[in-house]
């Protein structure tokens, strides 16, 4: 057995059993919900569970390295779903287009009927980009990114032709750049820790901004697309 | 089980750190062997396939323009460099890493197949292999969390209790379902001979000397 260090609470040494048998009983009731479900995207969205339950057996071990476990799985998980949605929908858009040459998959354009995008969206873009520049990091990155995305949609609300950024990405690109520098500053000159905190966490909300920004306007390109 | 038991003399050990790599004949036939096959695919091209036609006398060529080529060359390159790390590494941490890079290495090499019949396959393929997650990722947490350790050379030298070996029964699920199965649904894919049907070799090899060396590694775990 394992020596457990007498610093860790006896509760959490406990809970290692139960979140085992959790995780594989979870695991296990998924898979006979798959086995009953027919609809395919119903199946690939109970899958995704079974990934959870995955989540939950790894944590149970509570140590760095099964932290270390917890970040591939995620991705593994991540990647596999993305993958296989990918798969649906090009199967389905092959299926169809075998049939009906003309008819496509494509969505249809949206209808946006919602009172905050004519009333005062600038002013909210406004003030959630400041709160955002406020908070930097990851979470003000999210929040400047929701701000820039709301502009877009109230601007494609009102029927506005939206400005047309071409440098967004290439901001993203310093983001990553500043996020680099920082991260070697770390180990280079520990005594700036400040300087390069500081960098990173700019780095961060211009690049998690810039990137919901993006998803704004590729969504625009991909849904206008003929 | 002894290391050096189950695989030959130990050549010698390769120190990285926390990351250990020992070196067995058997390791070193089959991580020499994976990376040639994986030169052999690099330089390798995809077949023509020359398709009669019902009605005419005509024949219908069906090739693979060179973006599509490119992106299954690329997968399986990675794919075959996987399966030799996965053969060389002295880590559970590494090994299940690389079982699941493998897996969604193998359901694009498939997918990349564009017919129905194929994409219906890797589709379900690929819900085993995203099902089979769990006890792949469930049984190296298992083990760690009996052991202490993820190194094999550790764990040799330590005595199988019942969560060990529970854990490598659900490593060999996963193993299973990761790689294991994935011929199977390759197969489909090669019925057909599809155009570009030589980079579906490699799924097969990899799964094979995947479920090879897991075997090697639950021996270790298991006694």
Known sequence: MVPVPPYVPLEIVNMYLPVVYTGLIIGFFSLIAIAMEKRQIHILILTDIVGFAMILVVASVGTDLAESFILPGLVVELAEILAISEILISREMRKIQSTNINKTLAPLPMKYDMEILTTAPNFLTLVLLAYGVFLTGFTGGAIAGGGILLYVLSRKARGLPIVEIEGISGLSGIGWCMWLIALCLFFLLPQYWLLSLFLAAAGLLLKVATKMGIIGIFMREEYGKK | ?223
């Open chain 2, 1 to 223: 089980m002894n290391i050096g038991s189950l695989g030959g003399d130990l050549l010698g050990l390769i120190p990285l750190g926390d990351i250990v790599l020992y070196i067995n004949p058997f390791h070193l036939f089959m991580f020499v062997t994976m990376l040639i096959f994986t030169f052999l695919i690099a330089i390798g091209r995809t077949e023509t396939q020359v398709e009669t036609q019902f009605g005419t006398l005509d024949d219908k060529t069906k090739t693979v323009d060179l973006k599509e080529f490119r992106a299954r060359r690329f997968l399986s390159v990675v794919c075959g460099i996987a399966t030799a790390g996965a053969m060389i590494t002295g880590d559970l941490y590494n090994l299940t890493l690389f079982m699941s890079l493998i897996g969604i290495l193998n359901i694009g090499i498939i997918s990349s197949v564009k017919q129905i019949d194929v994409l219906d396959s890797v589709f379900q393929y690929g819900l085993i292999a995203m099902m089979c997650s769990l006890p792949l990722f469930g049984g190296a947490a298992l083990v760690l969390g009996a052991c202490g350790t993820v190194s094999l050379l550790a764990i040799q030298s330590i005595k199988p209790t019942a969560m060990m070996i529970f854990g490598a029964i659900l490593m060999f699920i996963g193993a299973c379902g990761e790689s294991g199965i994935a011929p199977f649904f390759a197969s489909k894919a090669e019925m057909f001979r599809t155009p570009g049907s030589p980079f579906l070799l490699i799924v097969h090899l990899s799964s094979l000397f995947i479920i090879i060396r897991v075997i090697e590694v639950l021996l270790i775990i298991c006694t």
